[in-house]
Nanobody, 122 residues
Framework: QVQLVESGGGLVQAGGSLRLSCAAS????????MAWFRQAPGKEREFVAA????????SYADSVKGRFTLSRDNAKTTVYLQMNSLKPEDTAVYYC???????????????WGQGTQVTVSS
């Protein structure tokens, strides 16, 4: 089993920044890809960004490209989502997820965190 614990959410004004962290523990060696998803009220969960533990460039949803940066610290088995130039439409619960696959689809993510709320005020 793999446990994922998110932190760093909160309330910020539009144009501000937040950094989310996702600490993975347990059988992290079984995971290949780490990702962030988000779900706004009344909307479906959507992909935000993903990165592999083994290198390669992160991938991003078009809606966050140029504003969000995903990075990892393998020694700490932690991934970070730096969110800049935040917009009210970024308001959502942000979830960390882990998959044992390369380029996984949403359904291929085996483990999920509990989520952290991000609220951007206008």
């Amino acid at each position: 089993q793999v446990q994922l614990v998110e932190s760093g959410g909160g309330l910020v004004q539009a144009g501000g920044s937040l950094r989310l962290s996702c600490a993975a523990s347990g059988r992290t060696s079984s995971t290949y890809t780490m990702a962030w998803f988000r779900q706004a009220p009344g909307k479906e969960r959507e992909f935000v960004a993903a990165i592999s533990w083994n290198g390669g460039m992160p991938s991003y949803a078009d809606s966050v490209k140029g504003r969000f940066t995903l990075s990892r610290d393998n020694a700490k088995t932690t991934v970070y989502l730096q969110m800049n130039s935040l917009k009210p439409e970024d308001t959502a619960v942000y979830y960390c997820a882990a998959s044992d696959r390369r380029n996984p689809a949403t359904d291929d993510y085996n483990y999920w965190g509990q989520g952290t709320q991000v609220t951007v005020s206008s």
